[in-house]
């Protein structure tokens, strides 16, 4: 069985690129099908003859098989987005590479076990938040966290959150997070989140920055619906998912976030587990020596 893969890379980061071009060119050898990004045409220098490959990422999905993303973890969130349950191979050139599991050194011998058909996938949750603004509703997608901050507005407001119609709390805060468990080491972890084994069932939430001692963040099982409605007269506020600011936020308007119908799907480095990445990314139980 013939696989064809779809590949995104991060044209901000040279060693990507580079990969990239290292990358089509293991592809042509092996005549193995292949579709790039049109945004990372550019810096790749491609010729005539692979100008046919291009596609738009939102369209990839319709003609590959399998996803490579060649950045960071933030290049594998944008590749989740669009990737519609096709498996990601992500290979990091980022900072902590929490979701692409795969060093620069790794890519090639994954790939030989890709396509002899020897992989395994991890399967995450996907997040939706739907928006109802003036009888419209909008729907988006995020893997790690959504996210409603109050931006530019200088006061606190106060955030109203139910979990299945039941009101959990009235927040007095800067904002709130409602994060996966893939996305408990991103910013929920930062505003003091607990870290959660990817793959658990469950959302955490966690208020940042508030104004109320009686309040920590809480976890939940996923199959909660969540309601979130800011009460302000300033329109300021922002939704924001995985680092993507979406739309403005008025205090009309009703959001429900809940598990999305639609999965991710990651290949695994069987090489390392998570509590390697724990332990090499966050020095996880590391004494402190100067």
Known sequence: MSISFGIVINTDREPAISCGKSLVTWLQKRKIPFFIDKESNTPLHLSKALQKYLLAK?????????????????????????????????????????????????????????????????????????????????????????IIEKGGYPRLPLISLRIDGHLLADYKADGIIIATSTGSTAYSMSAGGPIIIPKSRVFVITPICPHMLTVRPIVINDEKEIEIMVETPAPNFVLNCDGNIQLKISPKDRLRVYKSEQQVLLIKNEQRNYYDVLRSKFLWGREYTR
């Open 58 to 146: 939102e369209e990839m999905h319709k003609a590959c098989d399998i996803f490579i993303s060649l950045g960071g973890d933030g290049t594998l969130l944008g590749v989740s987005r669009v990737a519609q349950g096709k498996p990601i191979l992500g290979i990091n050139f980022g900072r902590l590479g929490f979701l692409a599991e795969f060093s620069d050194e790794e890519l090639f011998p994954a790939l030989e076990r890709i396509v002899q058909n020897q992989f395994q996938t991890e399967t995450r949750t996907l997040l939706e938040v739907a928006v109802s603004q003036e009888k419209r509703e909008k729907v988006f997608t995020a893997l790690n966290d959504v």
